[in-house]
């Protein structure tokens, strides 16, 4: 099927689709950006096929292409895009140049599209109904009011939003973030499309909510519709998916049945990204190829002096925090208790991972362990002193014994700075003698190092970098003042699965080198198992259960972290 | 000899290729407003310089003339030329727009700053003021003050200034908030440096940022302001030649001598507009950021 033809001449002789023509072929497709001097290639020669009821899922990083191979197919790649494909054919009639209005036409009602982040893709000021029977009108299926009610409420049924009724007149901030993505899936589905395209669907979910998802789509495809899911999540991926397309730098690496991309994967960069997932399995392992740092000399000392000092002071926690309770008061003006009567204690050299789904007020805990927050009851203690208690001034000199890594690092960034700026500024507050100048200079050029860093970086914008490496430099800022615990608020949650094991690995090889304590904070179960020594799970507000993290996760004994265990997706068809 | 002439020609046509295209330092508008602006200041500091004609000589054989080689820019009523009269002008109008502009800032930065800092019942007090003062209309409170302090250059100074602070007095207190919200901010507080030191290092630098580009807006709008003023015959009295004014006497003339209108009007929007785009341009490169297309 390698015959190239003229897109219009065959869009006249459009045929019905036989039974042999698959629902979406996808024949070399190729899409680039930007003006003809300067053309940056994004998608290269992609072919494949889409079958009724059937799952293909595309996987890869951030900047594989695998999103712009999506938009592709209902042709939103821009204005600034260069489609170009052998064939590009949906239901049989070639979909390969078209204009705005048959691009409308078949939007919504033959090909659905789910877009990642609900809360922008939905209209702030629109109730979630209005929304969804605007897919209905737009395509004149159903004009009238009490029948378009009707089945608005239906598709919000069937898309498991509890109370129709009420949440049909709701803004979508007044929905919570699974409802949300629930009902932008009701708007996809709302015309029954043929193909339905889910562009990381669950990616900003918890997994309880993520698993509702995956049923929804799973149900989808039982219907006989077609659904192309994108998603970096392989253990997603290996629960739904037919079929896996693995792309790299625009292209496709491998393509095969979920079988045989994950039981007998062909490709080495499959097998790094199948490695790359952090699990109970991968515990004590490193998940990236990435080296460990070259330690200095200097930081070897330190590592010694720290350990001597360790085993004098192993005996009494180096953080412990005792019935801390938040409450804020929400919009409404009513009170509402974020964190309940939550205690852990935080050992030298140990990492506590905390683990809750979003909302179950673990954040507000980091936030108190490093006293940015006074809790209303309760109160935590640094080596055996004050700290919450404390007030900020006699805080303030040991505030670089406790450091922070946050989930987003541009944010924790002046934009102004650049990143020797913000790693000097770190080491300002080193204790003992003051750094002169060049001491200051080298002392950033080895942390960068430590990090994984080349010195070039020291004179770029945080903007200038990629996620990983803007995270790499929030660890080497953490790590400036040489704290002994380092808070990690969701430190990889945005990161993809290869950048995340090198982030991973990166902490890991800092906590044994420097031997500091983590206080790892993820809705991640994967990421909190491979890290942790113990585990606190938390659920609205209060500390379900604690322990070691192999009996936590292992053999949970409360019904919520069963619960939230079985919710999280396993990879299938693994070789042992 | 034709040799030459060639060569110099390629030298010619060399130079302006590497002026349009990508060879070039500075965007064009950079080097159109740059050169306007060079042309103002002049203007505002020697007039002499520039001026083809004594802006003050009057001649009665050639009124509301068009214009032409020798008055350039035309004459008006009392056959002055245009062209020296909005040179002459420039100096006024300048320092009222650079003046009132600062003024107002410098006001805003204060009382922003410090609403934005406090909370409390401190920053509730000034927000309600600015709100109270931002619902008068500019032109409103730039009369008020000219009417308790008559017509004079700095009158126009002050009334302009303080009758365009509360605007930006809002908006220095948003950006301070919004600055002090930021996960930077707390990251420095939770590395152990003091209040004062974030305060200079991190919340007035970014919240002032922005500011670099209000001002370069400001000061066109701030002349816009004094022209108008001018205009209504509140501004400085003729036979002073600031461009307001200038508007202001050719209002009668305008059906049989458009240029009297028009001239002053391009000489507003020619500084305004260079202003601008050398601040923001300056404000760009500053601050690091990618240029968007």
Known sequence: ?576 | MSFATSSAGHAKAFITARVLTGARRFPVRVYVAAFFMAFFLIAAIEPKLLQTHDPLMLSLTSPLKAPSLTHWLGTDQSGRDLYSRIVAGTGHSLSIGLGATALSLALALILGVTAGLSGGWIDNVLSRLFDALFALPTLFLALLFVSLLGTSVPTLVIAVGLGTSPGYARMVRVQVLSVKATSYVEAARALGHSPRRILFKHILPNAISPLATMFTLGVGQAIIWASGLSFLGLGVAPPSSEWGALLNAGRNYVIYAWWLEVMPGIAIAALALSVTVVGQYVQQRLEGRIELP
């Open chain 1, 1 to 576: 099927m390698n015959v190239t033809y003229p897109a219009a001449s065959f869009r006249q002789n459009a045929t019905p689709p036989a039974a042999s023509v698959p629902l979406l072929g996808v024949q070399n497709l190729n899409v680039s950006f930007g003006p003809a001097h300067s053309r940056r290639d994004v998608v290269k020669s992609v072919s494949f096929t889409v079958e009724k009821g059937r799952c293909v899922a595309i996987v890869g990083e951030s900047g594989s292409g695998k999103s712009v191979t999506a938009r592709t197919l209902v042709g939103l790649t821009g204005a600034r895009s260069h489609v170009q494909a052998d064939r590009l054919t949906f239901q049989g009639k070639s979909i390969d140049h078209l204009g705005d209005t048959e691009w409308r036409a078949l939007r919504g009602k033959g090909i659905g599209f789910v877009l990642q982040d609900a809360l922008v893709s939905l209209d702030p000021l629109r109730p979630v109904g209005k929304e969804i029977g605007e897919a209905l009108t737009v395509h004149r299926a159903i004009r009238t009011g009490a029948e378009l009610t009707e089945r608005v409420l239906e598709l919000l049924k069937l898309v498991g939003v509890p109370e129709p009724a009420v949440k049909a007149r709701q803004l979508p901030h007044e929905l919570s973030g699974g409802q949300r993505q629930r009902a932008l899936i009701a708007t996809a589905i709302a015309l029954d499309p043929a193909l339905l395209i889910a562009d990381e669907p669950t990616t900003a979910l918890d997994v309880t909510i993520q698993a509702q998802i995956l049923d929804l789509l799973s149900e989808t495809r039982e219907r006989g519709k077609a659904v192309i899911l994108i998603s970096h999540n392989l253990a997603v991926v290996s629960q739904m998916a037919d079929e896996v397309i693995v792309m790299r730098h625009g292209e496709i690496v491998e393509h095969g049945s979920s079988e045989q991309i994950f039981g007998n994967p062909r490709h080495d960069y499959t097998r790094s990204l199948l490695k790359a997932i952090p699990s109970v399995q991968s515990r004590g392992s490193r998940l990236s190829s990435y080296k460990a740092p070259r330690f200095i000399s200097a930081e070897r000392d330190v590592t010694k002096a720290l350990a001597q000092s360790d085993i004098a002071q192993r005996s009494r926690p180096l953080l412990e925090a005792e019935g801390l309770v938040k409450r804020f008061r929400g919009p409404d003006g009513k009170l509402r208790t974020v964190v309940n009567d939550v205690s852990f204690r935080l050992g030298h050299g140990e990492t506590l991972g905390i683990v809750g789904e979003s909302g179950s007020g673990k954040t507000t805990v980091a936030r108190m362990a490093l006293a940015l927050e006074r809790p209303d009851l309760g109160e935590v203690t640094l080596e055996g002193a004050l700290w919450t208690a404390a007030t900020e001034k006699e805080r303030r000199q040991r505030r670089s014994d406790i450091s922070v890594i946050y989930q987003d690092p541009l944010s924790s960034f002046d934009p102004r700075w650049s990143i020797e700026r913000v790693i000097d500024d770190a080491l300002a507050r080193r204790r003992g003698d003051p750094l002169d100048r060049a001491s200051r200079r080298s002392e950033v050029s080895e942390l960068l190092d430590l990090v994984g860093l080349s010195s070039s970086f020291r004179n770029r914008r945080p903007l200038e970098l990629s996620g990983g490496q803007r995270q790499r430099v929030a660890i080497a800022r953490a790590i400036a003042p040489r704290p002994k615990i380092i808070v990690c608020d969701e430190p990889v949650a945005a990161l993809d699965v290869s950048i995340q094991a090198q982030i991973l690995d990166l902490l890991g090889d800092l906590k044994s080198h420097l031997r500091v304590s983590y206080l790892f904070i993820s809705h991640d179960l994967g990421v909190v198992h491979h890290l942790s020594d113990r585990v606190l799970v938390m659920n609205h507000g209060v500390a379900v259960e604690a322990g070691a993290a192999d009996d936590v996760f292992l053999r949970p004994r409360q019904p919520y972290t069963r619960k939230l265990v079985a919710a999280v997706p396993q990879l299938r068809f693994q070789a042992a």
